[in-house]
């Protein structure tokens, strides 16, 4: 069966440093995938989206993602992080096989220090 | 921007009432969603609509569980019998197309005492 994987349960990073969470997935094709961020008592952000073409794909509040088919990850990134994006971030998969619903992640509970 | 909206935020309700959680999808959208979020765990597929069906379900989706589009813009996720393990957040979703991603609601977090 199809799943998603975030191996990481909680960062913590100093503000102004770089981020990197991970997401695998396992599926047999290329799912589309997505990011999404839940701040405390908050509904869910869409951050970024890939569907096809270029593997890197911007995002807002300056969030990026890599698409790796080889290692079937799309890993976020932000270059430099604020504590404002002291948040919950989730990956979430749509298998293209007709089916709608997305399978999120476990997510990754990321803290900034100052 | 468009927005989906939920209402209540925070509905606290007794084991066995019956409760209605409320979505206002945004206006265009064709394909309608439920998910919750148990505290401290992943969010979960319940259930999709679109042309006034169901179109697919989880296995979480039981008998206690029914979805309605009473009207041309409310979108609402029944329960029937509540029990204390429905304790969770909903977020109610809508998209354009299926596979575009979703537009999610900010949630309603149902307490079931």
């Known amino acids: 069966a199809q799943s998603v994987t975030q191996p990481d349960i909680h960062i913590t990073v100093s503000e102004g440093a770089s981020l990197e969470l991970r997401c695998n997935y396992s599926y047999g094709a290329t799912p589309y995938l997505f990011w999404y961020v839940q701040s405390p008592g908050q509904g869910l952000q869409l951050l970024l989206k890939?569907?096809?073409?270029?593997?890197l794909v911007q995002g807002i509040k300056g969030f990026e993602a890599e698409f790796k088919r080889s290692q079937s990850s799309f890993n976020l990134r932000k270059p430099s992080v604020h504590w404002s994006d002291a948040a919950e971030y989730f990956c979430a998969v749509l298998m293209d096989t007709g089916r709608r619903a997305l399978t999120f992640g476990s997510g990754t509970r990321l803290q900034v220090q100052p | 921007e468009p927005e989906v909206t939920q209402t209540p935020s925070h509905q606290v309700t007794q084991m066995g009432q019956e409760v209605i959680l409320r979505c206002v999808p945004i206006s265009n959208h064709l394909y309608f969603y439920w998910y919750r979020q148990i505290l401290g765990q992943k969010v979960e597929f319940l259930v999709s609509?679109?042309?006034?069906?169901?179109?697919?379900k989880s296995e979480i989706f039981d008998d206690q569980f029914s979805v309605e589009r009473p009207d041309g813009s409310n979108f609402t996720l029944k329960i029937r019998s509540t029990k204390l393990e429905d304790s969770a957040m909903y977020f109610c979703?809508?998209?354009?197309?299926?596979?575009?991603?979703?537009?999610f609601g900010s949630g309603t977090r149902l307490t079931v005492v």
């Open positions: 609509f679109y042309n006034n069906e169901i179109s697919e």
């Open positions: 890939y569907f096809s073409g270029d593997t």
């Open positions: 979703a809508s998209s354009v197309l299926s596979s575009r991603g979703y537009t």
